[in-house]
C-alpha cells in the first residue's frame, strides 16, 4: 500500500460525511501508526489504531481510546488538543504535528461512530454508478467520471484533436512505434464512421501491440538477459519474454496469464509452454561470484521471489515485513516467512554461472524439435557402437600388433636405441612448498597448496609417483634448466593415475610453467560431466597472453579410479 499524505491543511473545509480511507486513514497512518500501529515492537501502549477493535477496546483504569459517538469519554480527542506539551499526541519529540482541520476530522470522524473501512485494495471491486452529465460528443463511460471532474473544477474538455494527432497517439501507446506514412495516409482517407476502430484493431492485431504490452510486465517481473551480479554474464531468459509477448498477442485472459506463471508447472498435464511461463520465478538475479557463500544467496533468491511476487500481485510492499512486522499493511514477518517456505522448492545453486542456469528446459522453435530427435537417435546408436567396438576390435587388433612388429622389426629396435631423456625426474623426493619458485635453474619438483598428511611418495609402476591428495597438486619448477624455447622439439612422458576425485573436480595435475606468461606446458584432467570420467587436457604456451600457445585435448574420456 503507498501511504498517502493527510488531503487536509490548517484552512482546508472539513466534510460533512468522513470517510474512513479518504479522509482519517492518511492522518493516522503518517501521524499516529509508528506508536501505536501494527509493529509490535514500537507499540508504546496497549491503544492501538490500526483496528476499531483494538482503537475501542476498554483499556482498564477508565480509559478508552475512542468511545463511539462520544468525544467527551475519548482519550484521542483529550489527547490531540492537549494544551501541555507533555501530554500531546503526537508528542513533540516525535517531530509530527495535526493541523487543525485534521483534528476536526478526528472528532467528527468520532462523532459519526468511528467506522473503520478496509483499505480500497482489499475490497472487492465494484461497478460505480455513472455520474449524469451531458454528452456533446459520444462519450464513453471513462468519459462520463472525467467530464463529471473536468465540471465541478469549473474546466471544459479539450477540443478534439485531428487524425494525425489521433494516430500518432495511439500507435504509440499500443505499438510504441510512431505510424508510418502509408498507415497515417490510410487513417486519413478513411472516412467511414468506424475509421477509429478500424485503426485500433489493426494496431492491437500487430505482433508490435504484444511487444509493447510486454514491456510494463518485464519490468515488474525484474527480466533480464543478463546474471545481475559481478561481472553480470549472459543467461538466456528470452524464451520466457516471448512466452509474455505471444500471451499478450493471443489476448490470454488475466486469470489464466497469472496461473501459469505461478503454477503452470502444478496442472495436469502440463504443456512445454505452460512450463515455460514458470520462468517467471527464475528471473531473479544469480551470482557467479567466487568468493560468495551460496547458501546465502538461495535466500536471496527465494526472497526475492516472495517481494516480487507480492508486488505484482498483490500491490504490497511486503519486502518490509522479511525484518519486522509490516508499518501500515497487515502483514508480519510471519507472514513472508510463510510464503517464503512455499517458494523455497526450487533445486537451484546459489552460486552459478552458465547461461542457462540449472534447473532449465530445452525450448525449441520451427522444426528443431524433429531435428534434436533425430540427432539424439544418432548419437545413441554411435553410443551403443561405442560400448561394443573394443570388445569386438581386440582380437583384430592383437593380430595386427603382431604383424607390425615383425614387419617393423628393424624399425623398433632403432627405436629402442633413442638416448635416454634430458631430464629424468623420477620423484625420488619432494620439496613441499605452498608457492613454487620459479626463478631458479634447479630442478625440484614441488606440491601446490599442500594438505595435512595429503602428499606422500608412493611405489609406482616406474620408480616412485608422488601421491596428491584432496586440494592439491603438483608442480615441476623450472625443469628445463634455461628459460623454456617453444622452438625446440621435444617429448615427454607423463604416467599419471586419474583419482576419483580431486580438488575442484577438475584442473592441473601437473604444471611445468612460468609464473607470468605460463610459457611451459601443463597436464590438465578436465571434468567430462559424465559420472566417473575425465579428458586429458596438453596445454603448450609460449605466451599465454598473447595467445601463443597450443592446447590439445582427447576425444576419448578417461575413467577415474576407484
Known sequence: MTVVGSLYSGTAEVPEHIDFNRDVRPIISDNCYHCHGPDADNQKSDFRLDTRESATADLGDAFFGIVPGNLEASDLHWGIWEDFEEDLMPPVSSKLSLTETEKHVLDRWIEQGAPYDEHWSFKPISRPALPEINPTRGETEIDAFIVDRLTQEGLTPSPLADKETLIRRVSLDLTGLPPTLSEVEAFLTDKSPTAW?????????????????????????????????????????????????????????????????????????????????????????????????????????????????????????????????????????????????????????????????????????????????????????????????????????????????????????????????????????????????????????????????????????????????????????????????????????????????????????????EANSLRGYRLILEDQGVDGHYRLSVQIAHDIRTGDALEVVTESIIPKSG
Open 197 to 513: 476502430e478500424n485503426a485500433v484493431d489493426r494496431l492491437l492485431a500487430s505482433p508490435a501491440y504484444g511487444e509493447r504490452m510486454a514491456l510494463v510486465w518485464l519490468d515488474a517481473a525484474r527480466y533480464a538477459d543478463s546474471g545481475g551480479y559481478q561481472n553480470d554474464i549472459l543467461r538466456s531468459q528470452w524464451p520466457w519474454r516471448d512466452w509474455v509477448i505471444d500471451a499478450y498477442n493471443a489476448n490470454m485472459p488475466f486469470d489464466q496469464f497469472t496461473i501459469e506463471q505461478l503454477a503452470g508447472d502444478l496442472l495436469e498435464a502440463p504443456t512445454e509452454q505452460q512450463l515455460l511461463a514458470t520462468a517467471f520465478n527464475r528471473n531473479h538475479r544469480i551470482n557467479n561470484e567466487g568468493g560468495i557463500i551460496p547458501e546465502e544467496y538461495l535466500v536471496e533468491y527465494v526472497a526475492d521471489r516472495v517481494e516480487t511476487t507480492s508486488t505484482v500481485w498483490l500491490g504490497l510492499t511486503m519486502g518490509c515485513a522479511r525484518c519486522h512486522d509490516h508499518k501500515y499493511d497487515p502483514l508480519s514477518q510471519q507472514d513472508f516467512f510463510e510464503m517464503f517456505a512455499f517458494f523455497h522448492n526450487v533445486p537451484e545453486k546459489g552460486r552459478d554461472g552458465d547461461i542457462a542456469p540449472k534447473p532449465n528446459m530445452a525450448v525449441y522453435h520451427g522444426n528443431t524439435p524433429a531435428a534434436h530427435s533425430a540427432l539424439q537417435d544418432r548419437v545413441n546408436e554411435v553410443e551403443k557402437l561405442l560400448a561394443t567396438l573394443g570388445a569386438e576390435s581386440e582380437e583384430d587388433f592383437s593380430t595386427w600388433l603382431q604383424a607390425t612388429e615383425l614387419e617393423f622389426a628393424d624399425l623398433l629396435g632403432a627405436l629402442r636405441q633413442i638416448p635416454a631423456p634430458e631430464i629424468h625426474l623420477p620423484f625420488d623426493s619432494i620439496n613441499v612448498r605452498a608457492v613454487p619458485n620459479l626463478g631458479t635453474s634447479r630442478l625440484k619438483t614441488q606440491i601446490q597448496n599442500p594438505g595435512k598428511n595429503d602428499s606422500s611418495l608412493v611405489p609406482a609402476r616406474f620408480g616412485r609417483a608422488i601421491k596428491i591428495g584432496p586440494g592439491t597438486y603438483g608442480r615441476i619448477a623450472s625443469p628445463h634448466g634455461e628459460k623454456f624455447n617453444s622452438a625446440q622439439a621435444r617429448s615427454w612422458l607423463f604416467n599419471v593415475r586419474p583419482p576419483a576425485r580431486f580438488a575442484g573436480s577438475e584442473g592441473p595435475v601437473l604444471v611445468c610453467a
